[in-house]
């Protein structure tokens, strides 16, 4: 017979593989507008409104994992909340370093660095971005041109930037995690 302990690190797992796909969704729509915003400005509200709010949502999935699980009169402990989240956020950073390579490998075909090499190309971003990137030099001492960005970002393979996602979330979700765990812990109540 299992401990209880260990039944609910199971059920905890289990629940944050489902609320982590539903993540990753989320967030390959966000990074969908983000592409879609190079061309269409319009959408780059959406695509900052989107990533802004990930956190927001992953702490409502949160509440609600809590809400299934946990009766009014057992407590939510900060480790559980902590545990659920950081591990919906791992699940979630997996799909969407497998959609980013799926999509750069196979479905991109250079889209995303030629509409961001149109962007650096406008009037007033080419102003900015030489006020900005005047001191940075590219490793051979020369000055680092809207083209050269443009072609050192394609140069980076796919994997790196799949890799980076989960790096990311390795990194800063045991803050975001601490910080929805926090706000999830409850107390039992007593009768």
Known sequence: METPVRNKFRQTNAFAMQ?????????LLSLAAFVQSLTHIYLSPVSSLMFLLTPVVAGWMAFRFRARVTLPSEGFTLGRGFAFTY??????????????FIYLSYMDH????????RLLSLPGVMERFQQEFQA???PDGQPLTPD?????????????????????????GPLFALIIGLFCRRWPQQA
């Open 19 to 27: 609320y982590g796909m539903l993540l990753g969704v989320w967030g």
């Open 148 to 172: 050269g960005l443009v072609a050192a970002l394609r140069a980076v393979p796919a994997t790196s930037y799949a890799g980076m996602v989960i790096y990311l979330t390795v990194f800063f």
């Open 87 to 100: 591990l919906t956020g791992l699940y979630a950073a997996v799909w969407i370093a497998a959609g980013i």
């Open 136 to 138: 940075a030099g590219q």
């Open 110 to 117: 250079g889209y995303v660095f030629d509409a961001y090499g």
